[in-house]
């Protein structure tokens, strides 16, 4: 949560616009779905939870650039 909150204000500073706290708070929200996911993954592929956090960080990233 900690670092959602200071990517939002250095993207804030950078942009020259305000802190989107709405923004924010609702990717911290996110964090215990994205946990939920990561446990689901392990149990049904077996991989332990680093390498499946590590797969879906490269899938994010992925298709950030692509979009």
């Given at each position: 949560?900690?670092?959602?909150?200071?990517?939002?204000?250095?993207?804030?500073?950078?942009?020259?616009?305000t802190?989107?706290?709405?923004?924010?708070?609702?990717?911290a929200?996110?964090?215990?779905?994205?946990?939920?996911?990561?446990?689901?993954?392990?149990?049904?592929?077996g991989?332990?939870?680093?390498?499946?956090s590590?797969?879906?960080?490269?899938?994010?990233?992925?298709?950030?650039?692509?979009?």
């Open positions: 949560g900690g670092l959602i909150n200071v990517h939002f204000g250095h993207l804030a500073r950078r942009q020259g616009t802190f989107d706290h709405e923004a924010a708070f609702s990717k929200r996110d964090i215990g779905n994205t946990v939920s996911e990561i446990l689901q993954r392990s149990k049904e592929t991989q332990n939870t680093r390498s499946i590590n797969a879906m960080a490269e899938e994010r990233i992925k298709s950030a650039s692509n979009g």
